[in-house]
């Protein structure tokens, strides 16, 4: 029976803005790691070793931050409401050292957008939705501080030297970002080890 191509990725877990990390503070078993995925959803891993766990952190996480393309702007919110950041499926094709910096932009926005929720944090008594929403968006946004962080120090690391001061301007939200048109020619050329390996 013919299958298309695509099928085959129905039941994968998609690794564009993941984060993966040591899970210490699973007890059941040893050496998990936890990859957590563009949708919030989170999945546990065990391997046979600590050395494993760091390998596999490594490995996923430069696989993410080689590929996952720069977030799109924020919906357009006329009551302020708090918005989580829409982040692209298709993949970036843009060099190592643009990528870098697109990282470093995200990151940097993400610790501005923290400062000014902890700025407008509710008062210490405060019970209810607010305090609910106001955790929710802190520990959102630190979470993805952390996540950009990783990513940059780990293309940082495949850069020469290990890393370098990058000049130029900053590509538009959309540079890099491939076409569907292009996602359908170049998916079967397209090889997580081969980015490992650049």
């Known amino acids: 029976i013919y299958r298309s191509r695509y099928e085959m990725f129905n039941n994968a877990i998609l690794l564009h803005h993941a984060f993966a990390e040591p899970a210490p503070d699973y007890k059941k078993k040893q050496y998990i790691f936890r990859l957590r995925t563009a949708d919030l959803g989170e999945f546990l891993f065990q ?3 600590a ?12 696989v993410c931050a080689r590929f996952s ?8 919110c006329s009551n302020g409401t708090f918005s989580r950041i829409r982040l692209p499926k298709l993949p ?3 060099p190592l050292a643009q990528q870098l910096k ?4 995200a990151a ?5 957008q923290l400062s000014r929720v902890r700025q407008e944090a509710p008062p ?15 520990r959102y946004l630190t979470q993805e501080i952390q996540r950009y962080d ?28 491939h076409s569907k048109s292009d996602i359908a020619d170049e998916l079967d050329k397209m090889s997580y080890r081969e980015a490992m390996n650049h």
């Open 69 to 76: 393309s720069r977030a799109l702007p924020p919906p357009a």
């Open 51 to 62: 050395a494993e766990v760091d390998d596999w952190v490594n490995q996923i996480n430069f």
């Open 150 to 177: 990783t990513y940059c120090h780990l293309l940082r690391s495949r850069l020469p030297g290990g890393g370098c001061e990058l000049g130029g301007a900053p590509s538009d939200s959309t540079s890099g970002v």
């Open 124 to 138: 210490l008594k405060s019970k209810g939705r607010p305090v609910e929403e106001f955790f929710f968006k802190e």
């Open 102 to 105: 697109a990282h470093e932009s």
């Open 47 to 49: 391997t046979t070793s």
């Open 108 to 112: 940097c926005e993400l610790r501005e």
């Open 92 to 94: 970036s094709s843009a």
